[in-house]
């Protein structure tokens, strides 16, 4: 909202496109603004265990500010550095002086943007039906009977098929907005994985203890930040930055769809006859669930029997790694390469999957696919331009202040060949058999394609489908420009 929101319809109807179709995540700034919390409130985190009461107030400017001076945008973070631990869910954590925490008062502005007069627009509407379908989750998470989906039906409430870095982005916020999350974090499985759409704790104190594991989607790290895995591109101080996103170890097919296991008193018949029906070449050992010992593989089975024929099972037990889900996967390759596979921690910490060089090596040559095809269009594009256009002419329209400098066909962008090829009068100089807006429409296509690769987002393999959408365009490319 505008610092006048509360009063124009204009700026109601900005209001909903800001916090429900943009989906970035409301501002403590942004209750201040909409007339729904005072400055100079006085808000009081109240630590029942500890008995100790931490006391601030809201600044004119709408952050948090502590009694000994500190101020902070985040509620979380306020959190944070008034009790020198965390991290908090800080909007579950400050109360109002009536008991209203801040987490009321931020559903509050979200339901005021929802329930404006339908204004016609399509996603407007959308969004309003999303936060219905949010609120309903918040209230079964709340009542300890959660909704538990898979990625990509959760996607679908977002009209989205697959995880780009800004739909990521709206959707996490949005979840947080709601005070939600999930379990396990919805970036970092694979799109037909099944989530958890969990609340915040009534009382934080819990969550100061759970802190292995790191955050989920929609909760908070101690900082200046209310969005302290991706920025989203909404212009707000608060969410600079590029999103931080890439392959997670989870985000692999085989890293979270269980394992099979032994025991270490385990006999080699058994070992044996589970790694041929199953066609492994390890088999971690497990003292239950949680509890790695180390694993099995048939070159340690050789080694102990070389070095004695009556050797227990016990001697062909190695050391093995578990990493989490939510690790990247690049960190985890040193690891990887040094055992050859590694165990795959849930968010419980469970054992939940097993992954190998040969499912990094499949996912890697997957990414790289397209990547080449890319590369390939690229330079059929700079091609044709550059043997069949003037080279002033593309300069004037790609570059019509001359701020940008270009001199030569080798420095334009992706963006100029949409540019030049886009324009009538190039386009007709060219003399292509084909329809332009056709042509540049599917053009636009690979460009979207083109930035998710060019960002290493595209977890859900969007490169996959668009294989052929490149290959027949470089195909025309090549028939028709020489």
């Not at 109807?13 to 995540?25: D, Q, V």
């Not at 943007?113 to 969004?127: H, M, N, Q, T, Y």
């Not at 949005?174 to 099944?194: C, K, M, Q, W, Y």
């Not at 290493?456 to 052929?468: C, E, L, Q, T």
Request: charged share 25%; glycine share 8%; net charge negative.
């Amino acid at each position: 909202m505008t610092d006048d929101a509360a009063d124009g319809s204009a700026d109601e109807s900005l209001g909903r496109a800001s916090y429900l179709i943009e989906g970035r995540r409301v501002l403590v700034s942004d209750l201040v603004r909409a007339g729904l919390l005072s400055p100079g409130a006085r808000l009081t985190f109240r630590q029942r265990r500890f008995g100790q009461e931490h006391r601030a107030q809201v600044s004119a400017d709408g952050r948090i500010e502590l009694s000994d001076g500190q101020r902070f945008r985040s509620p979380s973070a306020a959190a944070a550095a008034a009790t020198g631990r965390g991290p908090y869910d800080g909007w579950t954590a400050w109360a109002l002086d009536d008991g209203t925490l801040l987490d009321q008062v931020r559903q509050s502005l979200l339901d005021t943007a929802a329930e404006l007069p339908p204004s016609g627009d399509i996603a407007a509407e959308d969004s309003a039906v999303r936060h219905t379908r949010l609120k309903e989750a918040r209230r079964q998470a709340d009542a300890k009977a959660p909704v538990t989906l898979t990625v990509r039906d959760l996607l679908g409430w977002w009209g989205a098929s697959r995880r780009g870095y800004l739909v990521t982005e709206r959707v996490a916020a949005e979840l947080a907005n709601h005070g939600l999350s999930t379990v396990p974090d919805f970036a970092a499985v694979g799109i037909d994985d099944r989530v958890t759409l969990t609340g915040t704790s009534g009382d934080t104190e819990d969550e100061e203890e759970t802190t292995e594991q790191g955050p989920v989607a929609g909760q908070e790290e101690p900082g200046e930040s209310d969005s302290p895995r991706l920025a989203a591109p909404s212009g707000n101080e608060e969410d600079k930055g590029e999103p931080i996103q890439g392959q997670t170890v989870g985000n692999l097919p085989s890293a979270l769809k269980g394992v099979v296991s032994v025991s270490s008193s385990a006999s080699f018949e058994e070992v044996f006859t589970k790694m041929r029906l199953n066609g492994y070449s390890q088999l971690p050992v497990l003292s239950g669930p949680r509890n790695l010992r180390g694993a099995v593989t048939w070159e340690s089975i050789a080694r102990a029997r070389y070095a004695n024929s009556e050797a227990p099972f016990s001697d062909a037990i190695v050391a093995a790694h578990a990493v989490s889900y939510a690790d990247h996967l690049i960190d985890v390759l040193p690891e990887l390469e040094r055992f050859g596979f590694l165990l795959v921690k849930d968010q419980t910490n469970q054992i939940a999957g097993i992954i190998t060089i040969a499912d990094v090596a499949a996912e890697y040559g997957a990414t790289a696919r397209p990547f080449l095809l890319i590369g390939d269009l690229d330079r059929h594009l700079r091609r044709v331009i550059s043997e069949g256009l003037d080279l002033a002419e593309v300069v004037a329209l790609c570059n019509p202040d001359g701020r940008r400098k270009l001199a030569a066909f080798d420095q334009l962008s992706y963006g100029d060949y949409h540019q030049v090829l886009g324009n009538q009068l190039q386009w007709d100089k060219l003399g292509w058999p084909l329809d332009r807006k056709s042509f540049i429409a599917r053009l636009d296509e690979l460009r979207e394609i083109r930035n998710e690769l060019m960002h290493f987002n595209d977890k859900d393999k969007v490169g996959d489908s668009a294989i052929p959408m490149l290959r027949n365009m470089i195909e025309l490319l090549r028939e028709h420009g020489g």
